[in-house]
């Protein structure tokens, strides 16, 4: 079944059961929906054979191995493969137990494999490193009953300027997307280091999985989520949203999609992840939202504080016009097209949107004439590093601020602690106290926050390294590590970068980050014996 969109105007969100009666979304959604029937029409038998395989009891079953080899030939649908170059990929496809010796080894090689797998740097995200680092399942164990417990969401702002600001003074029950965890694990166990409302990496993590089932499932987990962000806070109710982008079946009430998803930040297009951003927008697309990557000046406020969005990538336009979406001109005729913009994604690293730049944002989000997420309310709530001395739990080092004890006891225990910004980012202002002089020491600001010194374990390569947990709300999105040589978190020296993540009992992190997968891989593992 494709993912198909209404064609009603008179609404800017679209039921997804309304979706899957309507017509397809694009030509192109539509044309690959008949290419697939008419695949399946003249060599459905012979894949209905190359994946069946008969037990000594005589009854047929499927090999886990041989689909896993016909569904890597489908996936070349979702590429750029003409029609006959998918029939023939599948009419060439040999069984394996036509093989043997050497050809059968190598064609072992070429099937996926959970752990170890050489990972190929692709030219998008964040530098990426080969292989798996397994954590305990201990440690995984603390970890998620601290995401799921809650205990880092503060009723109240830390700050007083925060308690009458509009933007952010007023607890809401949304803007908790993509946040990330930051853990350092060492023989006592996970250190929480610090949490993040605009964590970066999570493509690049999904990218680490060269399996497509398991990163097509990573990957729809993420657009799912997005969409019971949206749902939250347009809303005010979580509904409950389907396994597959195909399933029809809901709790009560049902998913709504946004019409349009921006994605901003400050410079877009100069930003080290904005490859990530492209690819989260072309994933929303696949289910007919149109979507853009954009930087803050490229908005327009209209009369109602509607925030609206230009629309110039050719795909947005084929769904404006197949669902007659409303769009405007700002300008002469030959301008963008501008369409209201129903969910912010937002990655600007002004937590506050304080700046000028950013005052048209801050308007449609007070109007909540936008689903803005991670929200500024979450932010001043959760990663405000003032609010990790109010978090009673044992993965929380012990944090305090400058001013709460005399500089005769920092000068004499600096090494114990690192010191960081109450807010900010990228590590910026960050300082390591076995690193930092008395005299540099002596010129922060007293609302520095100082945190007990949780070193980072050292991977077998030498890099250092910490333990990032991805989620919406307590809903895990992505595990990984992220490597470093410095004092500090950095991605630029060369043994920097991203590595896949998962517990050691787990055989996969689509595993973790889908449960229900746990049933399929148990009937994977009694038809593989």
């Given at each position: ?160 300027e925060d308690r009458v600001d509009p933007l952010v003074k007023d607890k809401i029950n949304y803007g908790a997307f993509m946040l990330g965890f930051d853990f350092h694990i060492d023989d006592n166990g ?340």
């Amino acid at each position: 079944t494709t993912t198909t969109t209404t064609t009603s105007s008179s609404s800017s969100t679209s039921s997804f059961e309304n979706r899957n009666n309507a017509p397809a979304t694009t030509p192109m959604l539509l044309l690959r929906q008949n290419e697939f029937q008419q695949i399946w029409s003249e060599l459905g038998d012979k894949i209905g054979a190359m994946v069946s395989t008969t037990t000594t009891d005589g009854e047929k079953v499927v090999d886990v191995s041989q689909f896993m080899r016909v569904f890597k030939a489908l996936q070349s649908l979702c590429c750029n493969s003409s029609l006959e170059e998918i029939k023939l990929n599948i009419e060439n496809m040999i069984p394996t137990e036509d093989l043997d010796g050497d050809e059968h080894k190598a064609a072992e090689q070429q099937e996926p494999t959970a752990r170890g797998s050489p990972i190929i740097n692709r030219p998008f995200g964040l530098p990426q490193k080969d292989g798996v680092q397994l954590i305990k399942s201990s440690d995984w164990v603390v970890i998620q009953e601290f995401v799921n417990s809650r205990v880092w969401w503060q009723e109240d702002p830390p700050s007083e300027e925060d308690r009458v600001d509009p933007l952010v003074k007023d607890k809401i029950n949304y803007g908790a997307f993509m946040l990330g965890f930051d853990f350092h694990i060492d023989d006592n166990g996970p250190h929480l280091i610090e949490v993040n409302t605009n964590a970066g990496g999570l493509a690049t993590v999904h990218d680490l999985e060269r399996n497509p089932c398991q990163r097509a499932i990573l990957r729809h987990t993420f657009v799912q989520a997005l969409i019971s962000e949206y749902n939250l806070g347009a809303f005010s109710q979580p509904p409950q949203p389907p396994s597959t982008p195909q399933s029809t079946s809901f709790s009560s009430p049902p998913l709504t999609y946004p019409t349009s998803v921006a994605i901003v930040d400050t410079n877009a297009p100069q930003q080290g992840l904005y490859k990530e951003m492209l690819i989260y927008a072309s994933m929303l697309r696949l289910y007919g939202i149109v979507a853009e990557v954009l930087s803050p000046e490229q908005f327009v406020l209209d009369e109602e504080n509607n925030l609206l969005m230009p629309v110039s990538n050719a795909q947005n336009l084929v769904i404006i016009q197949n669902q007659h979406l409303k769009t405007t001109k700002s300008g002469d005729a030959n301008s963008d097209s501008y369409i209201k913009v129903d969910f912010l994604y937002n990655r600007l690293t002004d937590f506050r949107f304080k700046e000028d730049v950013h005052a048209h944002i801050r308007t449609a989000t007070i109007a909540r004439t936008v689903i803005t997420s991670p929200h500024p309310a979450t932010y001043v709530r959760v990663a405000d590093k003032r609010n990790l001395m109010k978090i009673q739990h044992p993965v929380v080092p012990m944090t305090c601020q400058l001013k709460d004890k005399p500089m005769e006891f920092w000068t004499k225990n600096r090494k114990k602690f690192v010191f960081k910004p109450p807010e900010g980012n990228a590590s910026k202002g960050v300082f390591r106290g076995d690193k930092l002089s008395n005299k540099k020491l002596q010129t922060l600001p007293d609302d520095t926050v100082a945190q007990e010194l949780c070193a980072p374990p050292i991977a077998e390569d030498g890099s250092k390294f910490d333990f990032r947990v991805f989620s919406h709300d307590t809903q895990v999105l992505g595990l990984s590590t992220r490597h470093f040589s410095g004092q500090v978190m950095e991605m630029s020296s060369e043994k920097s970068g991203f590595k896949s993540s998962y517990p050691e009992d787990a055989c996969c992190l689509a595993m973790i980050v889908s449960p229900s997968l746990t049933t399929s891989l148990q009937r994977t593992k009694v038809i593989e014996e």
